[in-house]
């Protein structure tokens, strides 16, 4: 039986491992560095590629988007509707009133974005109310969802305008508060804000993905 040897390495071979191991990284890194499809990795694809994907990607995002919203979004109303909403929304250039027989179905087939359907009427006074059918899985019909909602926000100004002329009261008595916010950051601040919420992100990705490629050659 063999005793095993605790006795720590003498200073001159600490000096050759290190020596070894000193030579076998120079080595390694040599030969990465006169690898060009290494560098094209490393430097050139991080450097140049990902900015390029991201202004690419949000140029066709903005392209989407007004492409979106170069035609009328088609919606319908339903129920106990009054004919001079219908004549305010025939009037919008955002709009295009289409007739359907059902409001889910006729958002899941598409035949139109949004349908609102009106509840039986409150009165001169009283409260209506609407439900806005619509696909939340398709940006079409979120978009004539917020479209319809805000000319209804509109109309309901209108009746309210009108009910409080026609108990001449102020403009004012529906509207008991002005609110407003104001920021007090700097516009570098904002654009430090900006950056600071994705950019750290993105270089622990270009760093990852620059030095992957070498750590498996190196392994190899």
Known sequence: MTRRDDRPLSRAGRDNGFAAVKTVVFKEMRETLRDRRTLLIMIVVPVLLYPMIMILSQQLSLFGRRQLESAPARVAVMGDVSDSLIAFLQVSDELTLVPVGDAETAVRARAATAVAVFGRSGGPEGTQEVTVFFDGADDQSQRGRGLLVRALSRWGDSLLARRIEGRRLPGTFAQPLELDTE?????????????????????????????????????A
């Open 183 to 219: 920021s007090v950051a700097l516009p570098e601040e904002l654009g430090g804000y900006a950056l600071g919420r994705f950019l750290p992100m993105i270089l622990i990705i270009i760093t990852l993905l620059g030095v992957f490629y070498p750590a498996i050659d190196l392994a």
